[in-house]
Each structure stands twice: as structure tokens, then as C-alpha cells.
């Protein structure tokens, strides 16, 4: 069979998906290092806001790590002809498996939590503060370095789900530091030896909250719904006139910055696919354009 000359590259070509897939491996080497150095303090010091802070961190380092493998596969030449429109799903499927992680994680940290608050144990308060204070810089430093690319790519939106869960992945992280710290302080200045266990309750919380968030952007552009960044109304108002009409239109994500779209189009007088097609590219972006013009029968 002759190899069709036409190709979706739409992520090879991307240089976004190239530098957000660099960023992501310079948070994992980050996230990796602390997370050995936060498990074993919490070990140490016996707190367990430091250690569920440490295995949280490892579960993003986990997570990560498939945001990165997602990049990897999606860029692959040949895994991207193993699809009808190149392997820009697994983009949002990276996505919503770092949404199941952090879910899992979130019910981990709760039942340990409540463990530890039904059983409480002595905290050396001093390292603990400490270590939590480094892993919250670590990972503010990890949020500047995934920041851009998740909230503007390149004026096309937030359309690249994976590093969206990288990038709340780290917010998790960032969030149970501060968390941890905040109940280390209460301990060892007030006496507050509950707050341990109540800032991972909260935490874990918060973070359950951002996992379904995810989990259902992700799921839906997953199942193909229609994008809404091409208006069926408006390509209605540059097609159709008395002897023209749309007569079946859609328009899904097949990438972050990619969308394709499928139209027929009855008319009376043939004009050529070619006609309408210059038509919708002067008027919209649109990445996969298929066109199909189809003679109405008169009776």
C-alpha cells in the first residue's frame, strides 16, 4: 500500500508540546530529589504532615513522570500513524490519568491522617519545619518553571491537558508544604499536636477537589465533544445562502492547538469542495478541514 503523503504531525510540529515536555522533566528531577530527602526527615522526626507530604510528592513524581512518557509517545512518528489523526489524544489521556493519581493519593493521605490523629506520635518539630520549608521552595520553583506553559499557549488557551496535570500536580504539593508547615508551627509553639492530622485531612481535600476537575475536562475531550473555539453559526453565516446549506457540521480537538472539522454542504449549483474550503480557512482556524459538497435532488 502507498504510504499517503499527507501526515498528522500536529504535535511533532508543535514547539509548545517540545518545551513544556523539557519543563516537565526539569520538575520531575526537582520533584524526585525531594521527595527521598522529605520521607526520610518525616521518618526522622516523626511527623506525619512532612511524610505524607514526601509520599504525595512521590506520587506526583510518579505522575509526572507519565506526563513526560505521554509527551514522548505523543511526539513518536510511529506510534502518531497508529491513528486516524495522529496521537494528540494522548495528550488528555496523560492528563486524566495524573487526575486518577492525585485522587488516589488524596484518599491515601485522608485514612493515614486519621490514623495518625486516633494515634498520635511525637513530632521533632524543629527538623521537621525545616525539611517542609525546603520542599515548599522546591516546589514554588517547580510552579514558576510549568506556570507559562500551562496558562497561555500561545494565545490558543489551555488546551494541553497534560501539562495542566503536571502543573496541579506541583499546586498539590505546594499546597500540603504550607499545610505541613502551618501545622508543625501549631504543634511546636502551641501545642497543637492534632493540627498535623487535621492539615492532611484538609489537604487531602482540596486536592480531591482539583483531581475532579481534571479527571472531567479531561474525560470529555476524551469522548470527543464538540469545541466550541469553531461556531457553527458563524460558519452557517459565511456558507449558506438560497441555494446553499450545511446540511452536517462537526468540530472536534484532535490536538492542543488542532482542530478538525467535518461539513457537508447541499447546494443547487456545484461549485467544488475547493470553492468553500477557501471560503472557511480565510475565516477560521481549523487544522483538519474535510469538505463535502453534495448536489440537492429537486422533485
Not at 46 to 65: K, R, V
Amino acid at each position: 500500500m502507498q504510504e499517503l503523503e499527507h501526515r498528522h504531525n500536529y504535535l511533532i510540529d508543535d514547539k509548545s508540546i517540545a518545551r513544556n515536555e523539557k519543563r516537565t522533566l526539569y520538575v520531575v528531577i526537582l520533584t524526585v530529589v525531594m521527595m527521598v530527602v522529605e520521607i526520610f526527615f518525616g521518618h526522622f522526626t516523626g511527623s506525619m504532615a512532612l511524610l505524607a507530604d514526601g509520599w504525595h510528592m512521590g506520587s506526583h513524581a510518579g505522575a509526572l513522570s507519565i506526563s513526560l512518557l505521554a509527551y514522548r509517545l505523543a511526539k513518536s512518528q510511529i506510534i502518531s500513524r497508529k491513528f486516524c489523526f495522529g496521537a494528540g489524544k494522548i495528550i488528555p489521556l496523560g492528563g486524566y490519568t495524573s487526575a486518577l493519581i492525585l485522587a488516589v493519593m488524596a484518599v491515601i493521605m485522608t485514612v493515614e491522617s486519621i490514623e495518625h490523629l486516633l494515634n498520635p506520635i511525637t513530632i521533632r518539630f524543629d527538623e521537621a519545619i525545616a525539611v517542609a520549608v525546603i520542599g515548599l521552595i522546591v516546589n514554588i520553583v517547580s510552579a514558576f518553571i510549568l506556570r507559562d506553559s500551562h496558562q497561555h499557549e500561545d494565545g490558543h488557551g489551555d488546551h494541553d491537558h497534560n501539562i495542566r496535570g503536571a502543573y496541579m500536580h506541583v499546586l498539590a504539593d505546594t499546597l500540603t508544604s504550607v499545610f505541613a508547615i502551618v501545622a508543625l508551627t501549631g504543634g511546636k509553639f502551641f501545642g497543637i499536636i492534632w493540627m498535623d492530622s487535621v492539615m492532611g485531612i484538609l489537604g487531602a481535600a482540596v486536592i480531591l477537589k482539583w483531581a475532579w476537575g481534571l479527571c472531567r475536562d479531561t474525560a470529555i475531550e476524551l469522548l470527543d465533544p464538540h469545541d466550541t473555539s469553531i461556531s457553527f453559526d458563524k460558519v452557517r453565516t459565511v456558507i449558506e445562502n438560497e441555494t446553499t446549506k450545511i446540511v452536517d457540521f462537526h468540530a472536534w480537538r484532535i490536538a492542543p492547538k488542532v482542530v478538525a472539522t467535518e461539513i457537508v454542504i447541499e447546494v443547487q449549483y456545484l461549485k467544488g469542495a475547493r470553492f468553500y474550503r477557501e471560503i472557511i480557512e480565510e475565516n477560521f482556524c481549523i487544522g483538519h478541514l474535510t469538505i463535502e459538497e453534495r448536489l440537492k435532488i429537486v422533485k
